[in-house]
């Protein structure tokens, strides 16, 4: 049942996500064999309706979320009470391999990315998966919120930063058809011509997800 559980959740079925809740309470605190858990599966699948749902069956029955869970459903108050309890939940791991700075900046909040940095988060740390990339990196592939971008760019983090496959933060700008998101980054010295590991550019990528507007504006950069 339980990882039916979490194909209920991903497909957004909130009415059969709340029955299986009343029928079994203890599947608000189920995690699968990576140690996610469901609450986080709702995020991580977009289902925002269910993740809602799912933070207050938690709530109702006591149990308090999470650095992880606080910084990616962007509840500052929860947030705050824990680094104000353990000020080391900002070095910590998620079990897949996420700091709460890169959750926060994936899909939380300006605030919450604000409360991890004025907190000691850093905005350099490289996630320990697969795609080994930093907060920065997450807020352009996902949450892509100006205001978060900037809060980590001021704190000092790297526009050129690399991960896994050679990519910076204004590859996800290019392939997201977001020239603003790409100015910004380039106005604190992304390089839009950076090639990745594959020689591929942020034109290339923006050509490929059927930007050509985007990839002629690439191309006549200076270099």
Known sequence: MSQDFF??????????????LENDPSLAQYRDAQ???????????????????????LATLGIP???FEAASTGDEARLQAILGEKASAVEEFSS????ALHLAA???TPLSV???????????????????????HAALALGKNPSTIELLVSHGADVNATQAGG?????????????DLAEMLMEHGANPHHASDQGKTPADFARE???????????????
């Open 35 to 57: 140690g996610v858990s469901a609450l986080l599966w709702a995020v991580y699948t977009g289902q925002r309706k269910v993740s809602l749902l799912l933070a207050a069956k």
């Open 167 to 179: 990519f910076t933060p204004i590859f996800s700008a290019a392939a997201a058809n977001r020239i």
């Open 106 to 108: 994936a899909f939380g």
């Open 209 to 223: 997800h059927g930007h050509a507007e985007l990839a002629a504006w690439f191309d006549s950069l200076p270099a």
């Open 114 to 136: 604000g409360a991890l940095i004025f907190r000691g988060a850093r905005v350099d740390a490289i996630s320990q998966n697969a795609q080994q990339n930093q907060p920065l």
């Open 65 to 67: 979320l999470d650095v």
């Open 7 to 20: 194909q209920l959740i991903q497909r957004g079925d909130a009415a059969a996500v709340g029955a299986a």
């Open 96 to 99: 897949d391999g996420w700091t």
